[in-house]
Structure formats: structure tokens, C-alpha cells
């Protein structure tokens, strides 16, 4: 069943920023070709890649991909001409990627014979989502304790090597892959995107997200860190089969549409072509070990360079706010003895890292700290003036001195086994 796959793509395929898709007579790729190789004369022929001729920009000219992502599920028909399109997936299920080598004769020869590294990741399409995505994906993972955002499904997938996920970064994958060979990855995607949507009302409108791919070759020390190619598209998850009531209800607005406005939409194909892109901004600290392994901290704090040192440090007390008075009234008799002597009760504190500097993260570990789920952690608050409870929040972290000190208090939430915890 190996065959090799090249896909000499016309110049009009390439803009950045341009996601089209393939034609329906593509969808039987890897299941109905058996061992043959695959001509894509039918596909340069298709009215996608005639339509977008015209607005390719000059620089872009001679200009062909080494490699190119095909997603198999159709695009929306409700996307406007000149706006990316967007894909719909049902949660959970598998959607076949297939990578495609489309190096033209000549081009990289020192991958030739040799694996690849692919990292996929889902991301957030919003950058006021981007740039909270951390607390996003780590209030995701209490709210779905054991689950994945990204996962691979392994059986199904034909030519990947050494396919890995990191059990700390829930919304990427990895795997090793050979260009000359057919590779298909199919993808399954856990989270939906109304659960990163503020719910104040019904039929709260799902975020976007993408899904994006970048590629690496080996350097001379055997790590996949040269990048080679990153590609990506929009899509939106729902839960199970509203992906397909989605397109559905689409399509039937389009056709209630005038010609005249129908024109203004992009057409829907039956699969999703990824669009080049940038490399996601932490490729480069992903990997600094041989093979497709994983840093066991975080990305953006393993800079190659071995742990950093962390943004800010705290010591909590988990003793009570009876148990302090206590204490502090057998301190103060002991203090009061002429001969000086002190023999009280001492306190004893916890150091709390932080590197995020986020409610969330803070939520975390004071619940690691008490050998509880984060989840049943209500709120966190600091004792302000006049004994208020102030609300804890990212900026309220932030301004946190470096190692300042605090009594941890408790206090049952409203709803069973919670609590509140309250900084003093």
C-alpha cells in the first residue's frame, strides 16, 4: 500500500492567507487507489484554482510549497469571497489530514531518505483568546479532568512514526514522517467551541479555532528544530452531528439568497486545503532533545537553557485563622516573660511558584497544595481593608510582591464539596 504522492500545485494555490479546497473527486484519496500512483491533473483543472489567478500578488510567482495539508471536511458555503473560509467538525471525531509532498524536482535533497517532524496544534483564532490561551486551555482541563483538546487516532492513520502527546499540552501532538511515503494523520478534536464563550444567555455563538501544522527537518545534531513549512485553517467544533446541522442550515440560507448575492460567496468544497502561515510562536523551544520529544515544562519557559527561574514567589500558611489567633496570643504571654525565654507554636509556610502570574494558575497550585481538584476551588480572595474580600485577579498576581506571605482561611462554598479560599 506505499505510494509516493506529489502534488506539483499551479502557482494560484499559494497566497498566504488563501485557504481553498479541493473538489469532491478528492475525498477517496487513500482508500480507493490502492497502490498506484496518483495523478493530479483533474485537480489543477479544478474552477478553485482558475478563480483566485487574478489576485495572487507578483512575489508570489514560481513560488511552490514543499508540502501541502488537505483536510478532509467541507467548507461553509456562508463565507464571503475574499475571507478565509471555515470549517465545521464534530467533536470527537476523526477527520483525516493528508500530508502531501510537493517538493519540486531538486528541492530540499537533504530530506530525501530522511523523516520529518509534524507538530499540530488547536488554537485559538482570536487573539483576545490568544493571548489568555494558557488560562483558557488549563480551565478547559478542570472542567474535563483526563481528557484531551487534541488527540491522534493511531489505527486509523497511515505512515506516521513515533506518534507522541505531551499529558501537559493538551491541544498539540506529534509524530515523525516520511515525505516520499503516503502519509494520512487522522485527528480528533475533544473540546467544542462554546465552551470558551462567555455563557450569559442561550445559544451563545462558539469561538473559532485553528488548526495549524508546522514542520522541521533535523539539524546536524539530530533535532527536528529547522522549520520547514507551517500551514493552518479555521475552524469551528460542535458537539456530535451538529457539525452537519451546521452546514446544513447554511446551506439552505445560501439558497434562499439572489444570484446577485450569491456571488459574494465563496462556494463549498468537500475539503479544506491549509493556507501557509507562520511558525507558532513557541516552535522553537518545543524540542531540544533527539527525536520528537517533549520539554517537561512548559514551552514558553524551557528556552533550551534548562528551567527558568520563576516570575514570582509566594508562602502560603495553611493554618487556620482560629489556629493563627491562637498562636499569636500564646506569642504575645511568651513575649511578655521577663526572662525572654520562646517557646511558641511556629508557623509553618509553603513556597508557591508562579510563571503565568493567573487566577487560574494560582487556583492550581493552592489546590495541589491542599491535595484537591482545582475544580473545587470556588473562588480565591484577599483580605483587604476593614476585612473585605477582594476578588483575586490576574492584575491583583501581578502586583503581588516577590515573596510575600499569606494565611490561607477557608470557607465552604455554596454549592457541596467547595470552598473559597481566602489570602490574609
Known amino acids: 500500500m506505499a505510494w509516493a504522492l506529489k502534488l506539483p500545485l499551479a502557482d494560484e494555490v499559494i497566497e498566504s492567507g488563501l485557504v481553498q479546497d479541493f473538489d469532491a473527486s478528492l475525498s477517496g484519496i ?3 487507489l490502492g497502490a498506484g500512483a ?6 489543477l483543472a479544478l474552477p478553485i484554482f482558475k478563480q483566485e489567478e487574478s489576485s495572487l500578488p507578483p512575489d508570489n510567482e514560481n513560488k511552490i510549497l514543499p508540502f501541502q495539508y488537505v483536510l478532509c471536511a467541507a467548507t461553509s458555503p456562508a463565507v464571503k469571497l475574499h475571507d478565509e473560509t471555515l470549517t465545521y467538525l464534530n467533536q470527537g471525531q476523526s477527520y483525516e489530514i493528508r500530508m502531501l509532498d510537493n ?3 531538486g528541492e530540499l535533497p537533504e530530506i530525501n531518505g530522511k ?3 509534524s507538530i499540530f496544534r488547536v488554537v485559538f483564532h482570536d487573539r483576545r483568546l490568544q493571548y489568555t490561551e494558557h488560562q483558557q486551555l488549563e ?5 474535563r479532568p483526563g481528557d484531551r483538546i487534541l488527540d491522534i487516532d493511531i489505527p486509523m492513520s497511515v505512515g506516521i512514526i513515533d506518534p507522541r502527546a505531551n499529558p501537559t499540552q493538551l491541544n498539540t501532538v506529534e509524530f515523525l514522517w516520511d515525505p516520499a511515503k503516503r502519509t494520512s494523520v487522522f485527528i480528533q478534536v475533544h473540546c467544542i467551541s462554546t465552551e470558551f464563550t462567555m455563557r450569559k444567555h442561550g445559544g451563545e455563538k462558539g469561538v473559532p479555532f485553528r488548526v495549524q501544522i508546522d514542520t522541521f527537518k533535523e539539524n546536524e545534531n539530530g533535532e527536528y528544530t529547522e522549520h520547514l513549512h507551517s500551514a493552518s485553517c479555521q475552524i469551528k467544533v460542535f458537539k456530535p452531528k451538529g457539525a452537519d446541522r451546521k452546514q446544513k442550515t447554511d446551506r439552505e440560507k445560501m439558497e434562499k439568497r439572489t444570484p446577485h448575492e450569491k456571488e459574494k460567496y465563496q462556494p463549498s468544497y468537500e475539503t479544506t486545503i491549509l493556507t501557509e502561515c507562520s511558525p507558532w510562536p513557541e516552535i ?3 524540542n531540544n532533545s533527539p527525536s520528537p520529544g517533549f520539554n517537561s515544562s512548559h514551552s514558553s519557559f524551557s528556552l533550551g537553557e534548562g528551567m527558568v527561574r520563576p516570575r514570582l514567589t509566594i508562602y502560603v500558611c495553611q493554618e487556620s485563622l482560629q489556629l493563627r489567633e491562637q498562636q499569636q496570643q500564646q506569642q504575645q504571654q511568651q513575649q511578655k516573660r521577663e526572662d525572654g525565654d520562646s517557646n511558641g507554636t511556629f508557623f509553618v509556610y509553603h513556597a508557591i511558584y508562579l510563571e503565568e502570574l493567573t487566577a487560574v494558575e494560582l487556583t492550581e497550585k493552592i489546590a495541589q497544595l491542599f491535595s484537591i481538584s482545582p475544580r473545587q476551588i470556588s473562588q480565591i480572595y484577599k483580605q483587604g481593608p476593614t476585612g473585605i474580600h477582594v476578588l483575586i485577579s490576574d492584575e491583583m498576581i501581578q502586583n503581588f510582591q516577590e515573596e510575600a506571605c499569606f494565611i490561607l482561611d477557608t470557607m465552604k462554598a455554596e454549592t ?9
Open 38 to 43: 496518483y495523478s493530479m491533473s483533474d485537480v
Open 103 to 105: 517538493r519540486k524536482l
Open 416 to 424: 457541596n464539596d467547595s470552598y473559597h479560599i481566602i489570602l490574609k
Open 284 to 286: 522553537t523551544y518545543v
Open 30 to 32: 487513500g482508500q480507493e
Open 139 to 143: 480551565g478547559w482541563r478542570w472542567n
Open 115 to 117: 523523516l520529518v517532524k
